[in-house]
């Protein structure tokens, strides 16, 4: 799913980031890599998205959370 149709409040996980490469290279500086969680903080009517990566929040418009590939976390047993 995208970024952007994500739930306020969960962690998901970077699959991809699929925008042109300069958006690309500088996500990746800031941590948005794949496999990364992060943690979707709020979402604007507009399409923005406001996010957690790393400690650091994030903010980002529609054309670039649609390029966020994420999935739901496993859940993690505690056997």
Do not use: Q
């Not at 929040?57 to 047993?77: F, H, N, P």
């Amino acid at each position: 799913m995208k970024l952007s149709e994500g739930m306020i409040g969960h962690t998901y996980r970077v699959n991809s980031v699929a925008v042109n490469e300069t958006i690309t290279r500088r996500l990746e500086a800031l941590g948005v890599n794949s496999m990364t969680p992060v943690t979707l903080l709020n979402k604007k009517g507009s399409g923005s998205v406001i996010f957690k990566v790393r400690g650091t929040r994030l903010a980002v418009g529609k054309r670039i959370s649609d390029g966020i590939e994420i999935s739901e976390m496993e859940e993690r047993s505690h056997d």
